[in-house]
């Protein structure tokens, strides 16, 4: 077999890109728009040693699982990569790839999974609460909004995302009429002219408030009066503002907001808990899953008003403060400390006082508060040996001398009954696993948007005292490839507390200031969110020509040096990235 070979072949799996998988003489081949059951014929485009690629050529006999795409660019655009997959058929395929991933990396044998049938949606479609959406001009010259195509700069006027409320349909249209009527240019940025780059629309399901804010390349709009007019004839509209971004770069969002009518931002609900949306909050992107999400941890939990729960990898506190009014105590943990201002404004919010949050690492604010030091001094990017922990060992035990009867007080407060992990793709680090399996609480809840980290992360549970209760699959991202997983696994001697090493007032002052950024925490970042892999000499490379401060570094004394082309994807990701960890403005 070689390049160029038309070959004809079923399909009878899905990549974790979407592509259609097949076999040919022992050789596996993506197919990308292939579906489970098709048989196509597909013109070889690169071959490896066992697999390949080929391009989709001819569809021989449609699968019964093929449905008609809702949306004609589906293809196109690149975002929803099984929407031709019947709903039932995506729902299988989530449910056994978490199945497959828990036998193939987690050890578990096929009868020994104790899963609940996989959550779907009612309506699979109509369920994003924000959207995006980049303004230009088409090769005609009229002025569209729409979607940049795959991998691409050309943009591909969109009417309707299919994944979106149906608001955003009319909002786009009122915002492109106004354009029209008052010739307010769209911005261009092959010349970094014009002024409307984006329009950001944020819908609150539970409360029916509309957002609507206007990334500008400017100080101010024009001619607001008559959009402002436009708008509020959309039933629900409760904010509209402007972000000011006059970067020349691929970044969305500018960091000053200016309100131009209505609030500074929506209020939507999860559960009985209500959040404060502004254009550059994180929210969850399907609130109603988000809630069955949630209801399955709390379910889980089994909590009964009385535990310590830590929430690893909190975010802005939705999981803790869904759990709050359930347990006695909540401590959140999260490494971005605007996340962490979020979750503490929406406890103020919500009148929930007993939810804590800390800035910090997952792996070392629970290890060092409860004080299981697992892995103290191991972990490189200390670089302390340990010394800093050591010390505040040593005034700790006067401290605890001093005031014996507080502390004994304080250590039975902390220690968790009931750990929850949320964390990003890549899991959490053994060194946090390390942890809990020392601090041992009777139950662990595990939250997981990648089933094969998840499988990982379970092995090394299962073989250190814990067993995997209960697991279900929550379809949150329909028509895509991605699924999350709540797993429950509990410990039989399993102690409700054991000696602290560490009192609250110092992880609280030490976790307050904001961290340092590592090189690391960039990349790691970037992988999560962007899944690029990036490599610290390019950050570098981008930070300087930034005009920012780069440690003295000379390539030629770099072993390590690897000369990686800076692609416009990766330039965006890690500007993106610097903003998010307010590196640059
Ligand atoms: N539980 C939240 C968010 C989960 S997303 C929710 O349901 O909305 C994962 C979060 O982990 C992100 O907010 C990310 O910033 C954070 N994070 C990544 N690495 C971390 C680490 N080592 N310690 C703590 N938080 C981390």
């Not at 199945?99 to 309506?123: A, C, H, Q, T």
């Not at 960091?255 to 609900?269: Q, S």
Request: aromatic share 8%; net charge neutral.
């Amino acid at each position: 077999m070689k390049k160029n070979d038309i070959i004809e072949l079923k399909i009878d799996d899905i990549g974790v890109d979407g592509s259609g998988i097949g076999k040919v003489d022992g050789m596996t081949f993506f197919v990308k728009d292939a579906v489970i059951g098709d048989r196509v014929s597909a013109k070889v485009m690169k071959l490896k040693k066992n697999y390949g690629y080929a391009r989709f050529m001819e569809l021989l006999e449609a699968s019964p699982f093929r449905v008609e795409p809702k949306c004609p660019l589906y293809r196109k655009c690149g975002g929803c990569q099984i929407q031709a997959l019947s709903y039932e058929k995506q729902l299988e395929y989530k449910e056994n790839k978490i199945r497959n991933n828990l036998m193939r990396i987690g050890g578990f044998v096929e009868d020994g999974i104790p899963m609940e049938p996989i959550i779907g949606m009612k309506d699979a479609y109509h369920y994003r609460n924000k959207a995006q959406f980049p303004v230009g001009r088409d090769k005609e010259g009229n002025i569209i909004s729409g979607f940049y195509a795959a991998r691409t700069h050309s943009m591909i006027p969109v009417g309707n995302c299919y994944l979106g409320v149906p608001q955003n349909q009319e909002v786009m249209e009122r915002v492109l009429g106004w354009m029209n009527q008052y010739q307010i240019e769209p911005y261009d940025e092959t010349n970094g002219l014009g002024l409307i780059r984006h329009v950001l629309i944020r819908y609150g399901f539970r409360t029916g408030q509309l957002m609507v804010c206007l990334v500008i390349n400017g100080k101010s709009l024009p001619k607001s009066e008559p959009l402002i007019d436009s708008l509020l004839r959309i039933k629900g509209m409760a904010s509209i503002t402007i972000s000011i971004n006059r970067q020349r770069n691929n970044v969305i969002m500018g960091n000053v907001v200016k309100t131009l009518w209505g609030a500074d931002y929506i209020e939507d609900f999860i559960g009985d808990v209500k959040f404060c949306i502004s254009p550059l909050s994180f929210y969850q992107i399907n609130p109603v899953q988000t809630e069955v999400l949630y209801q399955k941890v709390l379910e889980y939990a089994e909590l009964n008003g009385d535990e310590v729960v830590w929430d690893l990898y909190c975010g802005i506190g939705t999981i803790s403060l869904f759990l709050a009014r359930h347990a006695r105590k909540v401590y959140g943990v999260e490494i971005v400390p605007q996340a962490v201002e979020d979750a503490r404004q929406n406890a103020r919010i919500n009148g929930i006082e007993n939810a804590v949050f800390f800035v910090g690492k997952a792996e070392e604010v629970l290890e060092k508060t409860c004080g299981v030091g697992a892995a103290v001094g191991k972990n490189e990017e200390d670089g302390d040996g340990g010394v800093r922990e050591k010390a505040v060992q040593e005034d700790f035990t006067v401290e605890k001398e001093r005031e014996g009867e507080r502390w004994a007080e304080e250590e039975k407060m902390m220690w968790p009954q009931v750990v929850v992990v949320d964390p990003p793709r890549k899991g959490c680090q053994e060194r946090l696993l390390e942890s809990i399996v020392r601090v041992k609480p009777e139950k662990v809840v595990y939250v997981s948007c990648d089933s094969a980290t998840l499988a990982r992360d379970l092995k090394y549970l299962r073989g250190n005292g814990y067993e995997m209760k209960r697991g279900v699959g929550i379809d949150q991202f329909c028509q895509t490839v991605h699924v999350e997983t709540v797993v429950l696994l509990t410990h039989e001697k399993a102690t409700s507390y054991i000696e602290v090493t560490m009192d609250y007032d110092t992880i609280v002052s030490e976790y307050k200031p904001k961290v340092k950024v590592t090189y690391k925490m960039i990349m790691d970042y970037i992988k999560e969110k962007y899944n690029l892999n990036v490599h610290s000499t390019t950050i570098a490379e981008i930070k300087r020509s930034l005009g920012l401060k780069v440690g003295d570094y000379n390539k030629k004394d770099d072993a390590n040096y690897r000369k990686e082309k800076i692609t416009p994807e990766k330039r965006k990701a890690v500007e993106e990235t610097l903003r998010y960890f307010e590196i640059i403005q």
